[in-house]
T-cell receptor
């Protein structure tokens, strides 16, 4: 595809509801990252996939957060029983190997989650 | 743990002038990468410039250049001939391995005065 896409772009949830955020990476990118960006702050790492394997989930703030990438392409970040502190922009990035041996990350537009 | 510090929350520059955005970082690694990302109000994060720690030469991309001081763990971004479209949040970011998570600073809001 042309770039990383995320849906929905905006989500309003009542406290206690479950939400699912979708990320479509660039075709062929094996690595996929999720970040959480609070208002006025820099993004913070949540979790990382290589193909379908979740290699690092150390940034997930609680067991209410769950991410999957079952076929190594589309990924879903699920938040159960949302709380007000979950309000943030959730960014997805996919990466591929470029010259110099480094993987360059390309970001999607993000999903702005507001919990009321 | 690696940390990235951007101590200036906001900066302003006159159109066509030059501005420098500061960033410091802390790491015990010897091999790493540093980035500056731009995030306009539309939220799409865009890579501005990249620096490999093993390279002594400062990276340059058109009007954007960096001053990388490895011993001081400093990584500043210079924007020359500032344009209105440069107005955005700028984030300094660190990458420990070739394919790992990015650690971001808090960002700086740059405004450009016409």
């Amino acid at each position: 595809g042309a770039g990383v896409s995320q849906s929905p772009r905006y989500k309003v949830a009542k406290r206690g509801q479950d939400v699912a955020l979708r990320c479509d990476p660039i075709s062929g990118h094996v690595s996929l990252f999720w970040y959480q960006q609070a208002l006025g702050q820099g993004p913070e790492f949540l979790t990382y996939f290589q193909n379908e394997a979740q290699l690092d989930k150390s940034g997930l703030p609680s067991d209410r957060f769950f991410a999957e990438r079952p076929e190594g392409s589309v990924s879903t970040l699920k938040i159960q029983r949302t709380q007000q502190e979950d309000s943030a922009v959730y960014l997805c990035a996919s990466s591929f190997l470029i010259a110099g041996g480094i993987y360059e990350q390309y970001f999607g537009p993000g999903t702005r989650l507001t919990v009321t | 743990a690696q940390t990235v510090t951007q101590s200036q929350p906001e900066m302003s520059v006159q159109e066509a002038e030059t501005v420098t955005l500061s960033c410091t970082y802390d790491t015990s690694e010897s091999d790493y990468y540093l980035f500056w990302y731009k995030q306009p109000p539309s939220r799409q994060m865009i890579l501005v410039i990249r620096q490999e720690a093993y390279k002594q030469q400062n990276a340059t991309e058109n009007r954007f250049s960096v001053n990388f001081q490895k011993a001081a763990k400093s990584f500043s971004l210079k924007i020359s001939d500032s344009q209105l479209g440069d107005a955005a949040m700028y984030f300094c970011a660190y990458l420990a391995g070739a394919n790992s998570k990015l650690t971001f600073g808090k960002g700086i809001t740059l405004s450009v005065r016409p």
